[in-house]
């Protein structure tokens, strides 16, 4: 009996998929045997827009990169536009800068606990993690003003100093996280049907994987160690005490042991943020919006965001608008190039657990 | 390893524990969260404190924002009368606009719940959809926070011991580098120039010298301004008064510039870049139109005879200017002392207008060297604008001994490069900046000069920049003195000045209070000189009677219809001896309509 | 001073010495040559293979519509030396052709796809779908200079009626005074 080769279109709305966009397999009988991915559903324009726009009124476009972790964009196009201008930030819009990514590390976390739960089956998880993130949102809104997009991080520093009580409030759910955590690990952790799942599935080979542009957790399940907050550290990274995990294998059970690890160093740097903020100035006041001009340039600038790093090439032209503004994150690899590499051979129930531990985003693919 | 494995099996079901926890969520709509405190929901604006500025409309960067004219709400000086309209469909609630706000009254709220069936609901006016939202504001920017630019770059002068010593500018300008970071702080809304008489095009060239552009600015300015120099120096600045910075900038700054942007020295570092008369020339290369065969007589070369003549010049007509003293710039030369503004910024400004074609007759006082009667019979036009020349008496007793003069004559003697010796002591009457003017020029020849003015210095209508001034180079001024007589010395010239006390009464109808003399509180100051400066008024003595039923005059005032044309059509007049502004920028915008209305009547016979 | 920039001269001169380019040490951690386009191949496979840097960060496209040219720039980073370089070429922009670097990096497929449809420079031997993100894209590529969105979304949609009474306050407080800008001010009047 022969096999036929059937294509089956996942996506774009598809609950395994982690946003909107299709992936193509072929499949033969359970195996896949190729696969592609298509994007355009999400395009917004928006590398365009900010040509159009001033330099401050295009951090409005920016937290929309990517719905779930606004902050990292806002973030890197801050530190590249102040790169180009020379503008120091004052040290403590830095340590306020250092808490925003962290708590929208954890949160996104949250959400991704829910992916890659779900995608296996196991649903329950996803419903807690949603909800305990909803703490971290009461968070921001006390410090932003927004609780998903929080245009809170701008070139100069930060818009508002933390308000009264946040210090109390917010060490409290850690504490309240903490011990959801160890919850979570006995329901998925330790949960015999993620471990069998999850060991041995979508293999990145380690001598591969950086030139084949593999970045983040996935790059650090292969054991590798890289995380651009050591290789480059910005902010006051380097005055903070964290260990950036690595585990052997390369596959989704690695990847996953990786994010419980840092979830729980994120925790941790918070704290200490918390603790050794010190006083004085937030922002740097730029001039009237309107007229603000910043000389010619050009600047690269790499963040660490939850799925990897995130770059943004800002090129200025000595006016009052942005260039050319060009921005990848990490889904622009992973969802195309190591995806075709490690789909074929997969199950198609595989599929979806594997796109979920990979951290595909497409809002950060088209913009 | 193998599928039995107990504990992968037990644990799990240890989530059953979580039946008993309390839920996340809550029930609405019995119990509501408690929104942060900067919580960014609707928009609230303040209808009363909004200025109808549109910043707000220039930064929000999904076109969400528009300013629409709202019944009830009539424009002003000072507010444009539009107020904001937020798009709901648009709005990303960023709260950029509260953050430019200059006035602070736009705001965002906690409410965010609005529910409607019409979609077009959701075009929102803020303040009128929802005036509970007052109570409820969230989003805030303080003069902190706001990124308006509320302080202006400070301005370097002399050093008052120093200064008082010699004629030299006190005020040193604007360099580049502080022009164009002043230049900056604008928002260019405009409401300037609604309040500016002569409706300069402020926004355009304070944009040109942001940018960097000042040849444009240059002739931005010189399209209804052709004494640039002097209102960069010395103008009233009613525009920087409604300026919108001002609302939120006096915080810093109050009772003086309150923040407001510096629109004349930046007008002042325009024309200064060009210091010769060929280099201005040159930059504002103005269209010089074909002589059309007409001419026109301006009487008086002071600011509005000046403007007449030069813009009359450029649409090709054949302009004569008489002046009866020796030199052009009227109350701006003769009146306005040199260490505000200096002899050639004015020579260089009547060099260019000699260069675009005007003619200067001076020393020709009309109604004596040449008769009124005959530039009204060979010319086709004329324009008046011969000042405010006689100062009012002080109507007390010995004013007309050696010794008392009035500031006008003084100051016309001076700054035409006669002497006057005003001793060693000198009280100057007045509360004006001619009075301030004549102390600080009496100052300046060593004399200790006292100020008389009968009410407090609140009261005095003289620029708050002089009186500062005056006080820093030594001068002393009492307040609440009415002077009642001269005292004449043996030798016939002024010995002393007598002045009663006076204390302010309260006026029962709420106007301003008045000073009333305190009896027997005479005091006796010893002067040498004695300095009249109570008020102006014209002496029209050189029209003749003739024409005096056409031209007529009212309370001291040259009557004139909106064209600045008098009963008889080929006469028009402007500048202080008919409007009641009595600034040189007045001057100048009466004799910019006054041309307008000269062109239309002769180019359509 | 110089001793901090030792790793980022030593880059710098290596690629100066094995291939005609220029370049120049921007700061700690930063360094950029200048490539004709015809030698990038050969820069790209030298900097992985024999200087270690492999992991290609970021490719960027920019679009100088003055001078005629879109601008390649390809920014690398070693592990190693935790320097970032910038490779930058030039293009000739009526008749932008470029040759397919995706031997060199499998990412680069990706990459070239997306110019080839954003700015239309075509990539000999390039093997990939030609939809990337637009679908049924008939105008000129949409990331370059002349593109005009504006003109484009009025000529192919309608906007929403309901904001017509908008008003200007400069042309407001104008009308209102009769104050009467020249033509060559108007440029720096305040956009709407």
Redesign the interface.
Known sequence: MREKETTLYIGPQHPGITGNMMVKIKIKGDTVVSS?T???YL?R?F???IE?RNWLQSFTILCRFCVPEPDPMELTYARAVEEIEGREVPERGKWIRVLVMELARLQSFMLWYGGQSGSAGLYTLGQWSVGDRNYVLDLFEELTGGRVYHMFIWPGGVRRDLPKGFKDKALRTMDYLEKRLVQYNKLLFDNVIFQKRAQGVGIIPKDKA????VVGPPLRGCG?K?DVRI??PYEVYDKLDFIVPTFEGGDVWARALVRREEIKQSISIIRQVLEKMPEGEYYNKIPNP?KWKIPAG?A?V?TESVRG?V?F?V?SDGTERP??V?V?GAA??HA??VLD?ILPGQNISDVSFILNSMGACPPEI?R | MSFFDLKGLLQPLTGIRQFGNKPHTIKFPDQTKKTADRYRGLHYNDLDVCI???NC??ICQNAAI????LDGIE?KPGD???RP?V?N?RCCWCALCVEVCPTGSLNLTKDYIFVSENP?DF?WIPGVKNPEGKNNLSFTSTTETSLSMYQRVPLRELDPHDRVKSFAEVILGYNEEEARLEAQRC?????C??VCPD?M?I???I??IA?GNDD?AL??IY?NNPFPEMCGKVCTRRCESVCALTHRGKEFDPGRDEGAVAIRFLKRYATEAYPTAEKIKEIVNPEIKEANGYKVAIIGAGPGGLTAGYYLALQGYDVTIFEARAHAGGMTFYGIPKYRFPEDSVDKQVEYMEKVGVKFKYNTKVGKDIKFEDLHAKYNAIFMSVGFQKAWNLGIENENIPGAISAVDYLGKINAGESYDVGKKVAVIGGGNVAIDGARVSARYGADVTILYRRRIEDMPADWEEIEAAQHEGVNIITQAIPTRIIKGDNGKVKAIEYLKAEMVADDKGGRPRPVAIEGSETILEVDTVIGAIGQEGDYSFIPETFQKKIQIERGRILVNEDMQTGDSKVFAGGDSVNRRADAISAIADAYKAVKAIDKMLMNK | MDNELLKEQELLNAITKAYDVKGNVIRK??VEVFVKKELIPSVLLYVKEQKGY?????V????WIEQGEFQL?F?I?S?AD?I?L?VKTRIDRENPVMENLDGI???L??YEREFREMFGIEFTGLVG?K?????DWDDMP??RRD?D?VQYSKDHYYF?P??E??????K???D????E??D???K?????
Not at chain 1, 210 to 213: H, L, N, S, Y
Not at chain 2, 66 to 69: G, P, S
Not at chain 3, 54 to 58: A, I, N, P
């Open positions: 592609s298509h994007v355009g395009h324009a590398e365009k827009l159009q950086i030139e084949w542009g590798i890289s290789d480059e309107m050009e690269y790499r790093e770059g090439y090129v260039r050319r060009h990848k622009y690899t195309f190039t590499k088209e | 109808g500025c549109g409309s220039t528009d300013m629409i004219q424009g444009s009368g539009l309209r798009d469909g077009d075009l928002i260019s809304c405009g409401l120039t609604e409706h095009h926004p355009e060239y944009n040109a940018q444009d002739r931005i399209d | 951690g930063r492999k992991h290609l960060s970021h960027a496209c920019i679009d720039t920014n980073w592990h935790k970032m910038y990096w499998d990412q497929n990706t779908e939809e990337f993100i637009l679908e949409p990331m593109f969105t929403r309901g904001r009474d908008a008003k200007d306050v400069r407001t407080l104008t209102r005074t009769g104050e800008i020249p060559y001010a108007t720096y009047s305040r956009e709407k």
